[in-house]
């Protein structure tokens, strides 16, 4: 089992930044790609950004590309959301998300999210 928990959520006006973390617990934190998820009341739940084990690749959708950076430290068992030029859009439940694998067979964790909230 790998325990998440997601903190830094909150309320910002429109072009401001906040930066979410996802610390780690339970197995090794290395062997996992991290993710951010995000879903919006009445909406289904989006991908935001995935970092890969090492943290040299990322991956963003297209409505965050450029605005947020997902990095990752491996010693800290910890990974981050830095959000800027924040979009009323952009408010939802964030959720971080491990992904790994036990032999063969796949393994995914989430965490309980935590509430962004971007005013106009």
């Known amino acids: 089992q790998v325990q998440l928990v997601e903190s830094g959520g909150g309320l910002v006006q429109a072009g401001g930044s906040l930066r979410l973390s996802c610390a780690a617990s339970g197995r090794t934190f290395s062997n996992y790609a991290m993710g951010w998820f995000r879903q919006a009341p009445g909406k289904e739940r989006e991908f935001v950004a995935a970092i890969n084990r090492g943290g040299g690749s990322q991956y963003y959708a297209d409505s965050v590309k450029g605005r947020f950076t997902i990095s990752r430290d491996n010693t800290k068992n910890t990974v981050y959301l830095q959000m800027n030029s924040l979009k009323p859009e952009d408010t939802a439940v964030y959720y971080c998300?491990?992904?790994?694998?036990?032999?063969?067979?796949?393994?995914?964790?989430w965490g309980q999210g935590t509430q962004v909230t971007v005013s106009s």
């Open positions: 998300n491990a992904r790994g694998h036990d032999g063969p067979w796949p393994l995914e964790f």
